[in-house]
């Protein structure tokens, strides 16, 4: 079980081939659930949610766009679809398994990596850089764009063609089993105790990146809990996002919902580095930064200014958002809008 987000301990297309992924899971254990302990402090509570205050001492100087540039919309965004909904179909949610399992069997692209495959590129990224991009107000940033890389690669290199699916996680709060998210069909199961997914298209998956800062091969777990994904609900979200300021919502955001989300599944998830080795990742990242869209759509101003500190200090709209090579850093003005050229996404609700 992972504590939290909030503060850290510092410590081209492959062949797609349907069905469960393989080396079996018997030939890499489960650990169990307190090796994926990688942060201290507990999750936000609703009550503390409510209160509207900053969490975290962050800078209150607010740095706006001043550069009076036009602003370069798409014209066309693409959709981003909650997994559950008609409009999405079958076709396209295997599409999106396919693609991941795509990228697992691809070969790593970084020289001198300890990932095993292209999938485990991203997992990496994500371990390296959470020291900067967890507990301080980079979150919600990074994550964005983060999301569109991951999203981006599968496209380019992966034959991923389908809306990007999020799954809004206030419909199943305290109930993720019953979403067909963690079924045989797809996920696999989440109610597991900290064994190894055994059902599913992902079932048998071998990890070579986590917990922690460490790389130790152990197979897909998970540990669902519904006391803690209850608190995915639509009052923590609605609390967050009541409140003003960018940096006083992400530091509820990410001790809210989003905290919850990973602790509720568990085991894998629950890894602050590591938890990418988990493909429900992408659907919970999805949910929050859904949130943090539907935040802004609120007031305009919130597509073109910033506050908060990062791990170097402030944040202005020309920090970088770094990474490493897998895809062409941006600044913050750059992902701040995602209906500008660049991101070019938009979500159905």
Known sequence: MRLSFISLTLASAAAVIAGPLSPRADLAPALPPDAFNT???????????????????GSTKVYKDDSFRVKALCSNPSYRREWHSSSLTDAQRQNFVDA???????PSKVAGSPAKNRYEDLV???????PQVHGN?????????????FEDIMRKECRFTAPLPWFDETKYAGRFSQSSIFSAKWFGAVALQGRCVTNGQFANTVLNIGPGTGNVRHCLSRNGDGAKTQNTNAAMVKACNDRDGFANMAACSEGGAHAWGHNGIGSVMADVYASVGDPTFWLHHGFIDR?????????ASRRTSIDGNGPNGPITMDTVINMDGIRPNVRVRDIMDT??????YRYDY
């Open 39 to 57: 942060s201290h402090d507990g999750p936000l509570n609703l009550n503390d949610a409510k209160k509207k205050q900053l969490i975290v001492p």
């Open 100 to 106: 991941i399992k795509c990228l697992m069997q691809a």
């Open 124 to 130: 990496r990224l994500h371990q390296k850089f959470t």
């Open 137 to 149: 107000r980079m979150f919600l940033l990074w994550h964005r764009y983060y999301l569109w890389t």
């Open 291 to 299: 949130n943090f869209r539907v935040w802004q759509n609120q007031k």
């Open 339 to 344: 209906f500008e050229q660049g991101l070019c």
